[in-house]
């Protein structure tokens, strides 16, 4: 196949969905919204074209040309007709012509999925701009209440009882790992709250907390109870109490897809196959064969083509999605466990109703609720603002960044051994699929993204980097300054990896003496200056440069810039010059560097980086003030 080679020029050219770039984030349905694209001005261009789709017909736009003093703005007046409004460019040249849509320039004519889109009466929940979140896999944070830990005599699971072990201690190999208990509870995250304000974060993510048989508590046995070990129901409306005199917010875990074996559903359902319960399932022997997730037998899979378990689940007034978010309990949003598998079984495939369902529900009780699902997987279809605000966004930052950073490895349920590659993934690899996951959803869905480095699912990030602390320190700070939401796991901050017979789940270390603390410090400076710069919560997205061992990307708006220089290699980069013409900076913008302090200016088109070593620099720089001859951002 013959590589076609695209002419430099087309470098110049950028449009995402921040300002200046679309003049309104949020537009009401028959609004109207300026669209605006970068050309260098060394251009070739004739004309350019906004190419539309209003009611699924094309439709060609002129557009109208305004010089600035760095590049030539291209303008055009996009009425939002409709409640998804795709476009794309088409460039008249010199050299022929040629297309821009959300992946970038093409001389093929792109198809309509990598479209801008624009959505119309979307609401976001404005506090998700300035959050940081922090999860806690409840066990393992602190005990609180050792008066709650699970006790031998409490239950039997197949013959097998629980245990709480003191805290940190490796639990004897024999003991099933789900009933190897440390006794975290909600009074222990209670009395932890000032850490947390001190580290800066101001929203938590809580694993779940309702009444279940093991430690991870994804075997729920009752949707309506949080767990007696975790302090109960009172236990968590003292949590949202403490949390609100602290303005921070907090977000529920649940698992719609699957029950516990022990929930009175699935009981009842096994003694009763008459019973409206047994409609929940999909017995194919009843009672002891039925589907279940990913085969394992605690874990029966919920069935919604049953209209009275989608009632109980979101649909009735009391239903479990909107119980939980509201007084007093009032949590700020759910995150929805394996959301990829929610509703789909064989023949069944009615996930997106579902997940439209539990969104209409959602969003009835609590406006500004975050709807968060987990998904390790392409989920664009679920994206694009009928579903979930965001999902754990492991396909769309997280993998492609350890494949960057540790090499390529990919490992799946069944697979027996890992896929491999010997060699360093590229540069290029990296930037390419960072590119398509956030050109296949709307702009104002990619801020919502939850950007994880890991989780209790997944290594931790300190253990992926095998405790290299450039390199977590990169990885925090590409976390901290890509679109969307910054998640933080807990005990990365100080420094906590991977532990034998613990995995991500150790207990976190309280002892001060173990802690990481230049670390500590590096994560704080960070958080604070997340929430305080408006440019890295809501600005646009361009890779500038990529490299065999770096990668450069800017966030943008109308007054500043960040560049983030990122590179992964053992052997500096050489102090060289950095092009940054074509991301419409002009000479003499003076950029800082967050950590340093060291003042770099803008000459000839091009940054003076100093050499730069393994790690990443986060540089930031005002826009000159004064305004180009069509009025808009230089």
């Given at each position: 196949m013959t590589q076609f080679y695209l002419p430099e020029w087309l470098k110049t050219i950028h449009h995402d969905g921040?300002?200046?770039?679309?003049?309104?984030?949020?537009?009401?349905?028959?609004?109207?919204?300026?669209?605006?694209?970068?050309?260098?001005?060394?251009?070739?261009?004739?004309?350019?074209?906004?190419?539309?789709?209003?009611?699924?017909?094309?439709?060609?736009?002129?557009?109208?040309?305004?010089?600035?003093?760095?590049?030539?703005?291209?303008?055009?007046?996009?009425?939002i007709s409709q409640p998804t409004v795709h476009y794309r460019f088409v460039l008249e040249a010199e050299d022929g012509v040629w297309f821009y849509s959300a992946v970038g320039p093409t001389a093929h004519i792109p198809l309509d999925n990598t479209d801008f889109r624009i959505l119309a009466d979307y609401d976001a929940p404005d506090w998700l701009q300035t959050a940081v979140f922090y999860q806690i896999f409840p066990d393992r944070f602190h005990n609180g209440d050792p008066r709650l830990n699970p006790q031998p005599s409490e239950f039997e699971f197949r013959g097998q009882q629980p245990?709480?072990?003191?805290?940190?201690?490796?639990?004897?190999?024999?003991?099933?790992?789900?009933?190897?208990f440390y006794g975290g509870d909600l009074p222990g995250i209670g009395q932890k709250l000032d850490y947390l304000q001190a580290l800066g974060v101001n929203a938590l993510y809580l694993n779940p907390v309702f009444t279940a048989?093991?430690?991870?508590?994804?075997?729920?046995?009752?949707?309506?109870?949080?767990?007696?070990?975790?302090?109960?129901?009172d236990a968590l409306i003292a949590l949202r109490q403490a949390l609100t005199e602290r303005n921070m917010r907090y977000l529920l875990d649940i698992v719609p897809n699957h029950c516990g074996y022990w929930h009175s559903w699935f009981q009842t359902a096994r003694q009763d196959a008459t019973a409206p319960e047994a409609?929940?399932?999909?017995?194919?022997?009843?009672?002891?064969?039925?589907?279940?997730?990913?085969?394992?037998?605690?874990?029966?899979?919920?069935?919604?083509?049953?209209a009275e378990l989608r009632r109980r689940i979101y649909q009735g007034d009391t239903a479990v999605f909107r119980r939980w978010l509201s007084p007093p309990f009032a949590a700020d949003g759910w995150r929805v466990d394996v959301a990829n598998m929610l509703g789909r079984q064989g023949a069944s495939q009615i996930g997106p109703e579902i997940a439209q369902g539990i969104r209409q529900a959602v969003k009835q009780t609590r406006p500004d609720a975050y709807l968060m699902g987990e998904n390790f997987f392409d989920a664009t279809d679920q994206l694009q603002g009928e579903q979930w605000d965001g999902v754990m966004n492991y396909s769309g930052l997280t993998n492609p960044l350890w494949?960057?950073?540790?090499?390529?490895?990919?490992?799946?349920?069944?697979?027996?051994?890992?896929?491999?590659?010997?060699?360093?993934?590229?540069?290029?690899?990296?930037?390419?699929?960072?590119?398509?996951?956030?050109?296949?959803?709307?702009?104002v869905i990619a801020l919502q993204q939850y950007n994880v480095l890991d989780s209790h699912d997944v290594p931790r990030i300190r253990s992926i980097v095998q405790?290299?602390?450039?390199?977590?320190?990169?990885?925090?700070?590409?976390?901290?300054?890509?679109?969307?939401?910054?998640?933080?796991?807990?005990?990365?901050?100080?420094?906590?990896?991977?532990?034998?017979?613990?995995?991500?789940?150790?207990?976190?270390?309280?002892?001060?003496?173990?802690?990481?603390?230049?670390?500590?410090?590096?994560?704080?400076?960070?958080?604070?200056?997340?929430?305080?710069?408006?440019?890295?919560?809501?600005?646009?997205?361009?890779?500038?440069?990529?490299?065999?061992?770096?990668?450069v990307y800017q966030r943008t708006n109308e007054t500043a810039c960040s560049l983030v220089v990122a590179h992964r290699g053992e052997q500096p980069r050489p102090a060289e010059p950095l092009p940054v013409a074509h991301g419409g900076i002009t000479d003499g913008t003076q950029f800082t560097e967050v950590f340093t302090g060291q003042k770099l200016i803008v000459t000839q088109g091009t940054l003076p980086l100093p050499k730069q070593t393994q790690g990443a620099t986060l540089w930031l720089a005002k826009r000159k003030s004064k305004a180009s001859k069509s009025g808009l951002a230089p």
């Open positions: 921040a300002t200046p770039f679309v003049s309104v984030l949020h537009p009401k349905l028959n609004e109207t919204v300026q669209i605006r694209l970068r050309v260098g001005l060394a251009a070739p261009v004739r004309r350019v074209f906004l190419r539309i789709s209003p009611d699924g017909e094309q439709a060609f736009m002129p557009m109208s040309q305004h010089p600035g003093d760095s590049a030539n703005w291209w303008l055009a007046e996009l009425p245990h709480t072990y003191a805290w940190g201690e490796p639990a004897p190999k024999e003991q099933p790992f789900p009933l190897v048989y093991s430690n991870h508590k994804y075997d729920v046995a009752d949707y309506e109870q949080v767990d007696p070990h975790f302090g109960g129901n409609d929940f399932f999909t017995f194919t022997n009843h009672p002891d064969d039925y589907h279940s997730w990913l085969g394992v037998w605690t874990l029966p899979k919920l069935d919604y083509r049953s494949y960057w950073l540790a090499g390529y490895t990919q490992g799946a349920h069944g697979l027996n051994g890992r896929i491999q590659s010997l060699q360093a993934w590229p540069t290029a690899a990296l930037a390419a699929t960072w590119q398509q996951h956030l050109a296949a959803i709307p702009w405790g290299n602390d450039a390199l977590h320190r990169l990885a925090v700070i590409i976390q901290f300054t890509f679109p969307g939401i910054p998640g933080l796991y807990y005990g990365d901050e100080i420094g906590m990896m991977d532990e034998d017979g613990f995995g991500p789940r150790g207990c976190m270390v309280w002892d001060e003496a173990a802690w990481n603390h230049e670390l500590l410090a590096f994560y704080k400076q960070l958080i604070a200056l997340r929430k305080e710069t408006a440019v890295l919560q809501t600005g646009g997205f361009q890779i500038l440069a990529i490299e065999q061992d770096t990668i």
